[in-house]
């Protein structure tokens, strides 16, 4: 049997080597995944992968305080129904079971990320459900600035706590 040899993988912008344009979705979501594991690591996090896929979270974040419960999705770009406007969409929601949407007793953040440009999404699911289809709007042309813009590159929601639920006096 022939040997192969495993040559440096050549990162683009987007922190996944040019081979991942040509793949198929699922192939691109684990690359994703991967590329996601890079970059919290580098950003201090300690990542935990559960055993098997029937959870409906990728990835726990551990931040010293807190463990996180990750989704990751990810799209090549400009895929969308309005992908003129410099729109890619996001789909939020648990793909083998039907189109049903995540909720916060599943995950607590899920993370967009659009690989042609390299740009990540940390957004809390409370900021997105009971939705299944996100429009992000991460071109440097867009002229529609969306309402998950201000969650691009947020890294930082993973390291401060959330707040409790304010509780009401009757």
């Known amino acids: 049997m022939k040997k192969q040899s495993v040559g440096r993988l050549r990162r683009s912008p987007s922190g996944l080597s040019k081979e991942a344009g040509n793949c198929t979705r699922k192939r691109q979501g684990e690359l994703s995944e991967i590329a996601f594991a890079l970059k919290a690591t580098e950003l201090g996090f300690r990542v935990y992968e559960p055993v098997g896929d029937s959870q409906r979270y990728d990835f726990i974040i551990d931040t010293g305080q807190h463990l996180w419960r990750i989704q990751v999705k990810s799209t090549a770009g400009g895929l969308g129904h309005d992908a003129d406007n410099g729109c890619c969409i996001i789909n939020a929601y648990w793909a083998s079971k039907?189109?049903?949407?995540?909720?916060?007793?599943?995950?607590?953040?899920?993370?967009?990320?659009?690989?042609?440009?390299g740009v990540w999404y940390i957004i809390p699911i409370e900021a997105f459900t009971p939705r299944t289809?996100?429009?992000?709007?991460?071109a440097p042309d867009s002229k529609t600035v969306g309402r998950y813009e201000k969650y691009r590159e947020a890294w930082s929601l993973l390291t401060n706590p959330k707040p409790a639920p304010t509780k009401t006096r009757r």
Do not use: N
């Open 98 to 117: 039907g189109h049903v949407p995540y909720t916060a007793d599943q995950i607590d953040f899920l993370v967009a990320h659009i690989i042609s440009l």
């Open 133 to 138: 289809s996100l429009p992000l709007y991460p």
